[in-house]
């Protein structure tokens, strides 16, 4: 006679019911991480849009020239811990090691960033005459130095959350936050209140937006339970030498994607930087789902290398490059084939720009089709190869800028950019191939 199952027996979940249980969980995860990271980079380019058709070109070319200086900025006073916090949060969770580094990256950023941009602020007007040949954005430009300290911090905070998993939360920290408190202080003045605004108008808007949302930011990692924050400046040397090598690769990063706005924009007016800048902030949706897929990833891939499982790894990073792909194709397409249309929502002066937008469309294009790279080398401690991989294509980015723009405009912007990037990933495909055996895309 067959034996009955027991209680516990009919309780006790399969290996299947864990492995499916696994699957919906890590689907659901990536799906928050979809919605969160496609809002992100959406309200960035209808921030973009309707900053553009209230403030006019000029206006709006004083703007974006600040709010990339901003982005830049944040960027170069986190002081390479971005991809430090991700990995530790990532791997080990909330804990007293992970706080340390957390406690030492928000002091350090906040003494740093501090000086710089009180001197930014303090000297706005030459800052704003010598280095952009734009002296009427000086006013711009001093609100903008006050918003770095904050906004490092916000950013700061949105990393750490992205170890931890909260993923509309790191979005919210990294640009989605402050974005989305800017357009709705831009709706509610320009559009309900009928103002005329200025570009300092809007940059104290930005200003603002920042403090709020860093304290909101500030506040849910705080109630979070275990979290820790006890400032500090101490720092071993492996570790100093490791975060040296993860901020110069961030430095690269960051000269390869803005260096076309902020060296190129001293050859061009400032409704031609409007649009430069406006065509560059469209092509990042194509890049939104590589974004996504980065912000999901990332832990994954630290915790795969801790475990030296590799196999794992090459597996995510082969099928995430492919889904990519699949989802962005269409996308491409639509804004090559409608970039006269897509550029002309910003106003007319930007209608005839299509063929910008394009070019940076195919940049972002490679960038998505050659996978997650920076993800897979700055997880698995291979921090210097990524330095030098960012490296060259820096070099190479500055030294088309300087050559393309004053001769061709914003189209010489735009090549420059594209380049560098196609250098960038190229490269850094090649990179993880030789560190860790497998293209992520093949």
């Known amino acids: 006679m067959a034996r009955s199952s027991t209680a516990s027996e009919r309780a006790s979940p399969t290996p299947n019911t864990h492995m499916t249980s696994g699957r919906l969980a890590s689907l659901k995860g990536l799906v928050y991480a979809g919605g969160a990271k496609a809002a992100g980079a959406l309200i960035s380019v209808v921030f973009s849009l309707v900053a553009a058709r209230i403030l006019g070109a000029t206006e709006a070319g004083y703007l974006f020239l600040g709010l990339t200086l901003l982005f830049v900025g944040s960027a170069v006073f986190r002081l390479g811990f971005d991809a430090k916090l991700t990995r530790r949060y990532g791997a080990d969770g909330i804990g007293a090691v992970a706080n340390q580094v957390l406690s030492l990256a928000i002091t350090a950023s906040l003494v740093f960033a501090s000086l710089i941009s009180g001197a930014g602020f303090l000297f706005a007007d030459q800052i704003a005459t010598v280095v952009f040949a734009k002296p009427d954005m000086a006013s711009t430009l001093g609100y903008i130095c006050l918003a770095l300290a904050p906004l490092t911090l916000l950013n700061t905070l949105g990393f750490a959350f992205q170890g931890v998993r909260r993923t509309v939360m790191t979005v919210f920290g990294q640009n989605l936050g402050y974005l989305m408190f800017a357009l709705l202080g831009f709706a509610v003045l320009g559009y309900g209140g009928g103002l005329s605004l200025t570009s300092a108008q809007g940059a104290i ?69 409007a649009i430069a800048a406006a065509a560059q902030r469209v092509a990042v949706l194509v890049v939104f789902v590589l974004l996504v897929c980065d912000m999901f990833v990332a832990p994954q891939y630290a915790k795969l290398f801790a475990a030296g499982d590799l196999a794992q790894m090459r597996r995510i990073a082969r099928i995430s490059t492919a889904a990519m792909l699949a989802v962005t194709i269409p996308l491409v397409t639509c804004l090559i084939l409608f970039s006269d249309q897509v550029m002309g929502l910003f106003g007319n002066e930007f209608a005839a720009a299509g063929q910008v937008l394009t070019i940076f469309v195919i940049g972002q294009t490679v960038n998505v089709a050659t996978g997650s790279v920076g993800q897979l080398l700055t997880m698995t401690q291979y921090e210097a190869d990524y330095r030098r991989v960012t490296a060259l294509a820096a070099l190479v980015t500055v030294t088309l800028t300087l050559l393309l723009a004053p001769r061709f405009g914003i189209i010489g912007i735009a090549l420059a950019a594209t380049i560098g990037t196609i250098t960038q990933n190229v490269v850094g495909y090649i990179a993880v191939r030789k560190r860790l055996g497998f293209f992520p895309g093949l």
Not at 244 to 265: E, F, H, P, R, Y
């Open 205 to 273: 808007i930005l200003l603002v937006s920042v403090l709020i949302s860093f304290v909101i930011a500030l506040a849910i990692w705080l109630w979070q339970p275990g979290t820790q924050l006890r400032p500090h400046l101490s720092i071993s040397r492996p570790e100093a030498i490791s975060n040296l090598n993860l901020w110069v690769a961030m430095l690269m990063i960051l000269t390869v994607t803005w260096s076309g706005i902020l060296i190129g924009g001293r050859f061009v007016s400032a409704a031609d930087l």
